[in-house]
Structure formats: structure tokens, C-alpha cells
């Protein structure tokens, strides 16, 4: 089984903070993938990234960074001078790459809010 | 390219009725899932389909049934709707090849049982 854990359930900032949004997750399988979306007020879910397990690279796309740890078991995300569009609840998500019963199965953490204010 | 696709966007429907939700896309993937969202829980897999003539179940398969009715259409049916079921609907694909590659998402179904 697998299981994705996103300790904040809230996170409040004012706009030009930076926040981090933690991840950390449990599978028993050797190669997997793990994303982050996310889900603005309007409701749509949007992909933000996608890590393999085998790369442990950190990536940044503008004002957005992820840290992967494998040897922690996570897959932190960073927002640089947050914005008040950045105001979205944020999703970390974890599937198998191979076979076995957790095959095709994407498990969603609970979600962390982000409030950011002007 | 119009991507995820479902109807209906909002359904209201009284316990013990039944409703087909369905969900398209138009990026030739292979893979279709279907999630309900609730409250403080995320997103709970239900079925999904990993290629064309497929279904497997996911975390919370009770109370649906699936169709891939081809590459492009799968669909979610609830036979005889309880208020549990009260929920926001969606929709996934990913492609072209395995399942590993990232989930595009609908625009959800708000449904309510009453």
C-alpha cells in the first residue's frame, strides 16, 4: 500500500513571503513517480510537476522549486515571493511505475491550503 | 483540443436514483481514471481504466460501475445513489503510453443525493 502525507492542512502568508508546502510519502515499490498539482478556487486540478524516483535533481520553474529526498521520503515544494494568485489548495501525489496491486494507482495526499494576502 | 471533458457539470438526485456521469478526451490517451473529492480527504481513486477494454478497481469502488466504452469515453454509473455519495466528481487521462504519466483532469461534476 501506499500512502501520501501533507502535514498542513493551512498554510496563511502575505503576499512576497515564501512558503514551503511539505510532502512526505510511503510505498514499498523501487520506482515510482510523484507530481504536485494544483487546485485554484475555480476548482480545476492543474499538473504542476512529475519526478521520477530515480532522479533526485531538485527542479525550479520560475518562482516554483521541489526538493525531493528519497532517503527522507519526500517531496518538498517552494513557493519564492508568493502571490496572491498563487492562492490555491496544492495536492502532492504518488504512483507505481511497475507492475503489482498499486499498479495505475495515483494516491493523493489531503491537500494543504494556501492562503496568501495582499 | 478541448482535453478532459465531463456532463454533467452539476446533478442533484434523490437516494435510490441512478445517473451515468460521463467523461471524454481528445489527447489519445490510453489511460482514464475517475476520483471523487471530498472535504478533507483529497482525491480517492474509484476506477480506472488503463487501456482501452480495461477496468480495474481503485480505493473506493463501491457503489459505481464503469464502462470504457472506447479510447476516448469512460464513464461512471451510480446504480442507486446514496447520500455517501454526495461528492465532486472527476475525470482523468494520461498518456500516451503507461499509467506513470501525469493525469490531466476534467472539470469535476458537483453531485448531491438527497
Known amino acids: 500500500a501506499q500512502k501520501v502525507t501533507q502535514a498542513q492542512t493551512e498554510i496563511s502568508v502575505v503576499e512576497k513571503e515564501d512558503v514551503t508546502l511539505d510532502c512526505v510519502y510511503e510505498?514499498?515499490?523501487?520506482?515510482?513517480?510523484l507530481f504536485w498539482y494544483k487546485q485554484p478556487p475555480s476548482g480545476e486540478l492543474v499538473f504542476l510537476i512529475r519526478?521520477?524516483?530515480?532522479?533526485?535533481q531538485n527542479e525550479i520553474s520560475g518562482r516554483y522549486s521541489w526538493n525531493f529526498q528519497k532517503s527522507t521520503s519526500s517531496f518538498n515544494f517552494t513557493i519564492t515571493a508568493s502571490q496572491v494568485v498563487d492562492s490555491a489548495v496544492y495536492f502532492c501525489?504518488?504512483?507505481?511505475?511497475?507492475?503489482?496491486?498499486?499498479?495505475?494507482?495515483?494516491?493523493f495526499g489531503q491537500g494543504t491550503i494556501l492562503t496568501v494576502h495582499p | 483540443n478541448a482535453g478532459v471533458t465531463q456532463t454533467p457539470k452539476f446533478q442533484v438526485l434523490k437516494t435510490g436514483q441512478s445517473m451515468t456521469l460521463q467523461c471524454a478526451q481528445d489527447?489519445?490517451?490510453?489511460?482514464m481514471y475517475w476520483y471523487r473529492q471530498d472535504p478533507g480527504m483529497g482525491l480517492r481513486l474509484i476506477y480506472y481504466?488503463?487501456?482501452?477494454?480495461?477496468?480495474d478497481k481503485g480505493e473506493v469502488p463501491n457503489g459505481y460501475n464503469v464502462s470504457r466504452l472506447n479510447k476516448r469515453e469512460f464513464s461512471l454509473r451510480l446504480e442507486s445513489a446514496a447520500p455517501s455519495q454526495t461528492s465532486v466528481y472527476f475525470c482523468?487521462?494520461?498518456?500516451?503510453?503507461?499509467?506513470?504519466?501525469?493525469?490531466?483532469f476534467g472539470p469535476g461534476t458537483r453531485l448531491t443525493v438527497t
Open positions: 519526478r521520477n524516483s530515480f532522479d533526485e
Open positions: 510505498t514499498r515499490d523501487t520506482t515510482y513517480y
Open positions: 501525489a504518488l504512483i507505481p511505475a511497475r507492475g503489482g496491486t498499486s499498479y495505475g494507482k495515483l494516491t
Open positions: 481504466s488503463a487501456s482501452e477494454g480495461t477496468t
Open positions: 489527447m489519445n490517451h490510453n489511460s
Open positions: 482523468a487521462s494520461s498518456g500516451p503510453g503507461t499509467v506513470s504519466y501525469e493525469q490531466y
